[in-house]
Nanobody
C-alpha cells in the first residue's frame, strides 16, 4: 500500500501562486507515476499532470501547460505542484495520485487539499 498526503492548499488572490506538496509513504518502491488532479463542485475530476517517478519526465494537459509545473524530490518521496497566475476557476479540491504500472490507471489517492482563488 502507498499512502499519500497533500498539503499546501489555502486561499490565494487571483494572479498569485501556490505550491502544493504530496508526500508518499509505505511501499513507495511500487510507484511508477504520480499525478495531480482537481475537482471543483459540480464538475468532474480533472487531470492536471503527471510525472514518471524514476525518470522525472512530465506531461500536462493543454489546459494548464505554462501555468502549472510538477516536480519531485525522490529522497523525500514528495511530489510538488507549482501553480502560477491562478484564476478563480482554479478553485477546487486538489488531489494527488500514484500509479504502480503507468500514468493512466491510478491505484492510490490522497485525501485532497482545498485551493481557493479569490477574485
Amino acid at each position: 500500500q502507498v499512502q499519500l498526503v497533500e498539503s499546501g492548499g489555502g486561499l490565494v488572490q487571483a494572479g498569485g501562486s501556490l505550491k502544493l506538496s504530496c508526500a508518499a509513504s509505505g511501499r513507495t518502491n511500487d510507484i511508477d507515476h504520480m499525478g495531480w488532479f482537481r475537482q471543483a463542485p459540480g464538475k468532474e475530476r480533472e487531470f492536471l499532470g503527471a510525472v514518471r517517478w524514476s525518470f522525472g519526465n512530465t506531461r500536462y494537459p493543454d489546459s494548464v501547460t505554462g501555468r502549472f509545473a510538477i516536480s519531485r524530490d525522490i529522497a523525500k518521496n514528495t511530489m510538488y505542484l507549482q501553480m502560477n497566475r491562478l484564476k478563480p476557476e482554479d478553485t477546487a479540491v486538489y488531489y494527488c495520485a500514484a500509479a504502480r504500472y503507468n500514468g493512466y490507471a491510478w491505484d492510490y489517492w490522497g485525501q485532497g487539499t482545498q485551493v481557493t482563488v479569490s477574485s
